[in-house]
């Protein structure tokens, strides 16, 4: 094999190749085998000449006089033969595979498809100036075995490639490749892969671009065909300026069933929004209803912490809720200070929220984990009221508590010592005397601390008051004695 350096030919014999290669295809149809030693005799002396244009010439009408002749095995046994021949030139062995790759859908049958495929597999096997050829060809052989019902073994075939590091494939075409992994490991239940898979591709590449004026766009124009006269053999091809709108759909609705499986709420959430920040999506009223629905959903049902917080409150900013007012009028609970009844709540909403395929009052086939979104959604709104007491109580009896929260007392104890390991409130039980004190216990140095802050700002406050005082005090004497005389006879 050759180094890949194209070097100029020491004879050109496109001549020959122009006579050779039409006798050769006649001779072909009645003695193959002749017409084949034919062309091989030209090709040695082509590929020691270092002729590119007539071995690649010579190459593909080889496989294609086998190809014509139907014999199929003979195809394999001359692309196996004809790359591995001593100097071969590596364009010209990449231009043979190309073609050969056209032939596979023109198998007769299932058994040549699959010999043709593994025949280009071993012909491309750690050669880098081929791997793009190779991963098409691999995808095949896994769609071949998907279609048959062998998904383990189409997950298997396909992950196998590294297509993140093939430098002459384009983004568009390994990010495609990537996900078609994932999609894979996901069908075949491999969640953990499908996971490290998903984390391949940069959400940069999905980044919505801002919009262009037609001056930009011929400038950018100008500049990407200077980049292609300039770029080397060797150099990657540019990056082409496509829409990827259906890539990131389709990642983002991956990432959201990965988050879904996991009951990464929060995460469901953020991969929504971006779902959300889709210029086709803003465009389709049906998609833009759901989607928004569904990122109330998510933040709702996500754990509080401060990150959630800060996000709940940025999407009830949104002012496209009014497009969805029963979503809208729950999410408003959740930012206000004020205790939610669960009873009225499930009353209020669980009818609405039941025809969506987020949540289920009962377990379902269809998604066994709709009814635990919902049972969730009830710890959150419990959750959330245990907050509130907790801002307006330092200590309540445990009989009101349970009141408030609707729940019994066994209930009531699991809920606030969930709360206080997550260090969300903090709360003491005493059993004995059936209180709850929310009030944290300060210790000397905490007192001491606030009596000292507080008598800086009574102090500061006095020095303040003493400066004001001692202003009007000297404003009083500069004023002229006519105005005090004329201000005195007016109060008069």
């Not at 408003?332 to 009225?344: A, D, G, H, N, S």
């Amino acid at each position: 094999m050759s180094d890949g350096r194209i070097l100029k030919p020491d004879k050109d014999f496109s001549k020959e190749a122009d006579k050779q290669i039409p006798e050769a295809q006649d001779l072909a149809n009645n003695n193959v085998q002749a017409a084949i030693e034919k062309l091989s005799i030209l090709e040695k002396s082509t590929r020691q000449a270092s002729d590119l244009a007539s071995t690649s010439r010579l190459l593909v009408a080889i496989v294609t006089i086998c190809k014509e002749s139907g014999d199929w095995g003979l195809l394999n046994e001359q692309v196996l033969l004809l790359s591995k021949k001593h100097g071969q030139l590596k364009q010209a062995t990449t231009k043979m595979v190309q073609v050969v790759m056209t032939f596979i859908e023109a198998a007769p049958n299932p058994e040549k498809k699959l010999s043709v495929i593994e025949t280009l597999r071993a012909v491309t096997e750690g050669k880098i100036f081929v791997e793009v050829e190779r991963a098409r060809v691999t995808r095949i052989l896994s769609n071949m075995k998907k279609e048959q019902g062998d998904l383990n073994a189409a997950a298997d075939i396909l992950c196998e490639l590294q297509v993140e590091t093939f430098g002459s494939m384009e983004r568009r075409e390994k990010t495609e490749f990537i996900l078609e992994q994932v999609s894979l490991c996901i069908e075949k239940g491999d969640w953990t892969q499908a996971g490290i898979l998903s984390r391949k591709i940069s959400t940069k590449y999905f980044a919505r671009k801002p919009k262009r004026t037609a001056e930009q766009i011929e400038k950018d124009r100008k500049e990407r065909e200077e980049k292609e006269k300039s770029r080397g053999a060797d150099d990657p091809p540019l990056e082409k300026e496509d829409d990827v709108t259906d890539l990131k759909l389709r990642y983002y609705e991956q990432q959201i069933t990965l988050a879904k499986q996991d009951d990464k709420y929060l995460e469901a959430c953020k991969h929504y929004r971006q779902v959300l920040d889709t210029e086709s999506v803003e465009n389709n009223p049906e998609q833009l209803h759901a989607v928004l629905q569904r990122v109330i959903y998510y933040i709702i049902l996500s754990p509080y912490d401060n990150e959630q917080s800060d996000l709940l409150h940025r999407i009830h900013a949104d002012t496209r809720n009014t497009l969805i007012p029963p979503e809208a009028q729950l999410l408003k609970l959740f930012t206000v200070p004020e205790l939610m009844r669960w009873p009225i709540v499930s009353e209020k909403f669980g009818p609405h929220l039941y025809t969506t395929d987020v949540f289920s009052a009962t377990p379902t086939s269809t998604d066994p984990k709709a009814h635990t979104r919902w049972q969730d959604l009830r710890k959150r709104v419990i959750e959330h009221n245990v907050r509130v007491v907790a801002k307006y109580y330092t200590r309540i009896q445990m009989g009101r508590l349970t009141q408030l929260l609707d729940l019994d007392e066994d209930e009531t104890e699991s809920y606030i010592s969930q709360l206080v390991t997550a260090k969300t409130v903090y709360a003491k039980i005493d059993r004995p005397a059936r209180v709850v004190s929310f009030a944290k216990t300060r210790d000397a140095d905490e007192v001491l601390n606030e009596w000292s802050g507080s008598m800086k700002s009574l102090l500061g406050l006095l020095e303040r008051i003493d400066h004001l005082i001692t202003k009007e005090e000297m404003m009083a004497r500069i004023q002229p004695v006519g105005e005090k005389v004329g201000k005195e006879v007016k109060a008069h």
